[in-house]
């Protein structure tokens, strides 16, 4: 909790002296794409991995952005990672987290220069599902400490729309590591991702199936993970996250 407040007093900070004023040129968005789940049953229970792209739209350069973000179901955050082109050596993200308070932040600054004006995914937010039903993700701005979404440039700020993201979580039929399908993890399902991950052949499994190690990418770690649960009684195999 220490690390979070910390964020939160850099977002208010960041905060202070901004002056409020109407968003300029085409209306900012701040919404949510399609979110992408990968959930398999653990005996009487749920594991998995969710993975939510959070989407801006700037048509003006930034200095400054920061979003704060509540959910409710059956997820807590397990990772967040920046993508696309906004961020660069003068452009510095933060991505932090509370699963007790369910809060995320977010933040994005110059040291010099400008966020570029964009469209599309800025994040990645991954979370860890523990059953299946509805989750909802939204912002903060309702509770306390309250953390309206911010976008800002050299002189105002401005609060741009966003869109809350209710999603489904349901249970997937295949079992992370069996990447041909046959209910069992063995010799060929390690072919099967060695082809992939060596040759650039895909037969077809289900990607996250073969994110044996739950790091949201299918590389070589992968292969050496499945090879040491088969041979060598390594760890299970976790449900993956990179679809
Ligand atoms: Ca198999
Ligand atoms: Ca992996």
Redesign the pocket.
Known sequence: MQKFLFVILVLLLAETGITYAQDPGIPDTVNFGVCQSYIVAEGDSFDGKVRVPLRIFNDEPLENLLICLTWNGPIICDTGFFYGQRLDTNVFGIFDFDNEFKVIGVNAFVFEGEIIPDTGVFLYIVFQAFDTGVAKIDTRSCCFPECPITFADTFTGWRPPFEPKEFELVKSDT?P??????????L??IIILVNFTFKSIYQGFLRPAADVNSDCRIRLSDVIYLINFIFKAGERPKPGCAF
């Open positions: 079992i590591g069996d990447l041909n399908g046959s209910s069992r993890t063995d060929v399902d």
